[in-house]
């Protein structure tokens, strides 16, 4: 009688199985990194392109109606250009007017906090709507220029993650 | 490879120490009456089922090319596209200045001093560009470049816009916009 087939068996699966638990821990192990690392590069573009788009429709489109500056509330989508391509001041200022909760579902960025401001030339901020960063990691901030009764000031929008 | 098959004497009802020398019979019909010694427990080992290896190697196999599929599916997930944020942001300040300086009619007087002053007032500190103005006007036979060196080991986006002057004059403006070293 061979006593000893079954403890060999054994030893040759215990050898299987820490080689199989040592894959599996390296392979899991990637696994999370790489998932992690595509999630945040997927949140990141989500929010460039949010901001990107954000700012091109504000700054390109007069918005729906095209005369929504006269009852904001009512309108569709917000826009800040007037036909000739330079910015409204009327639609600024009742942009400028609209509630944080407001402009942010109108322009479709509940998901996100941001922050609207205008600069001069030196750097000083002449007006400003939504909220302040304080340390988010996740930040995307798309400078603009462009032309307000005929002075050039620079636009400033934030996006960052709740 | 010629591979060898043992008998074990275990119909003998004998007991074996593991290491103890032992006399094993080769199972092969051409040979059958020859024999050899060897350590017990090397030729145990050697003659066990090999499944559980085959297991693990079938195992490997498939998570290798598992995670093959996984790291090139990464790969081109984050190299999808190579125009990032960061190049349309360079590309959108071009574009801006550009439409400011039109607006303005900066681009009308075809100096290049005055164009120079107001390029880089409008031009962001971490940002370099080069201006390049065509078109049917005398000033520098019909061109005219304002603005840096267009870098030789180093990314840059382009643009190109047209402007019609207030006197007529079709120009076609072509602008590149890097990131300062």
């Known amino acids: ?162 | 490879m010629k591979q060898e098959k043992y008998l074990l004497p275990f119909g003998e009802n004998k007991k074996y120490q593991l290491g103890q020398s032992i006399k094993v019979f080769f199972n092969l019909a051409d040979n059958r009456n020859s024999s050899k010694t060897v350590e017990y427990g090397t030729l145990a080992r050697n003659n066990i089922d090999k499944k559980a290896y085959l297991f693990t190697f079938d195992l490997l196999m498939a998570l290798t090319l598992s995670f093959s599929i996984l790291l090139v599916s990464v790969f081109f997930l984050t190299k999808g596209s190579d125009t990032t944020a960061s190049d349309y942001q360079s590309l959108q300040v071009g574009s801006d200045i550009v439409t400011i300086l039109d607006q303005n009619k900066i681009l009308d007087t075809f100096d290049y001093e005055q164009i120079e002053i107001e390029l880089e007032k409008l031009l962001p500190a971490n940002y370099e560009m080069l201006l390049r103005v065509e078109g049917d006007f005398t000033e520098g036979n019909g061109l005219i470049e304002v603005g840096g060196e267009i870098p030789e080991n180093q990314p840059l986006v382009s643009g190109e816009k047209v402007g019609l002057t207030d006197s007529g004059t079709l120009l076609k403006i072509t602008y590149f916009v890097w990131v300062k070293e």
């Open chain 1, 1 to 162: 009688m061979n006593t000893k087939k079954g403890q060999l068996a054994s030893m040759d699966l215990l050898f299987a199985l820490f080689g199989f638990i040592l894959v599996m821990i390296f392979v899991i192990s990637m696994w999370a990194l790489y998932m992690n690392r595509l999630n945040t590069s997927i949140e990141n573009r989500d929010l460039e392109l949010s901001a990107l788009q954000t700012v091109d429709t504000l700054l390109r489109s007069t918005g729906t109606p095209i005369n929504w500056e006269i009852n904001p509330n009512t309108s569709e989508v917000l826009g800040l250009s007037s036909p000739d391509g330079s910015i409204d001041n009327e639609k600024l200022s009742a942009f400028l007017k609209l509630s944080y909760n407001s402009t942010a579902t109108k322009l479709k960025i509940k998901r996100f906090k941001f922050n609207f401001s205008i600069y001069n030339l030196n750097g000083t901020i002449l007006n400003s709507t939504g909220l302040f960063t304080n340390g988010t990691k996740q930040v995307v901030s798309v400078d603009r220029l462009v032309i307000i009764k005929n002075e050039t000031r620079k636009i400033s929008f934030t996006l960052w993650r709740k």
